[in-house]
């Protein structure tokens, strides 16, 4: 595809409620990276695999929040039982190498946008 | 992990204006140096970066500098217009064992008056 596709781009959830946030990457790009972005903040980093392998979930702010790639393409970032300090930007970002630190364009998504209520 | 700091958080310029952000960051192995601008309600797009084999780098009006000693990299924007008005984030990585894990600053929130 022409960029990262994010879905849904907006969500409003009850507090309690899972949600399933997808994600889906420029083709052929290796790496894949979720952050979350609070109002007036920069992202921050939740998790990052290569290609199916999850190479880092340290990010990740609680044992309720899961992601996975299966496949090595499309991922998706589960929250369990949301909580209203989940309310936030969830932003999806692909590179095409595994590498991002050396030098490789990291292309963002447009974000799912998560309300708890 | 890395710590990157950035300022300032608001500027504003008239038009036509220069406009400089700064950001610090404190792993020195860190060796890629992004900026994104990012509109309201709209994705972080990389706008120029810099590697630390160089110290300048410039596309048209924009351009980064990098002083490693200091372990500093600033935005440069000249000839600002009031489209460039949007916020401005600087990122790092942490040149350790992590893997393509961006540390970003809390974002310049730049306004360009007509």
């Known amino acids: 595809g022409a960029g990262v596709s994010q879905s849904p781009r907006y969500k409003v959830a009850k507090r309690g409620q899972d949600v399933a946030l997808r994600c889906d990457p420029i083709s052929g790009h290796v790496s894949l990276f979720w952050y979350q972005q609070a109002l007036g903040q920069g992202p921050e980093f939740l998790t990052y695999f290569q290609n199916e392998a999850q190479l880092d979930k340290s990010g990740l702010p609680s044992d309720r929040f899961f992601a996975e790639r299966p496949e090595g393409s499309v991922s998706t970032l589960k929250i369990q039982r949301t909580q209203q300090e989940d309310s936030a930007v969830y932003l999806c970002a692909s590179s095409y190498r595994d590498r991002a630190s050396r030098g490789n364009t990291i292309y963002f998504g447009e974000g799912s946008w998560l309300t708890v209520v | 992990g890395e710590n990157v700091e950035q300022h300032p958080s608001t500027l504003s310029v008239q038009e036509g204006d220069s406009a400089v952000i700064k950001c610090t960051y404190s792993d020195s192995a860190s060796n890629y140096f992004p900026w994104y601008k990012q509109e309201l309600g709209k994705r972080p797009q990389l706008i120029i970066d810099?590697?630390?084999?160089?110290g300048e780098k410039k596309d048209q009006r924009i351009a980064v500098t990098l002083n490693k000693t200091a372990k500093h990299f600033s935005l440069h924007i000249t000839e600002t217009q009031p489209e460039d008005s949007a916020v401005y984030f600087c990122?790092?990585?942490?040149?350790?064992?992590?893997?393509?894990?961006?540390?970003f600053g809390r974002g310049t929130q730049l306004t360009v008056w007509p």
């Open positions: 810099i590697r630390s084999n160089v």
């Open positions: 990122a790092a990585p942490w040149g350790g064992s992590t893997l393509g894990r961006l540390y």
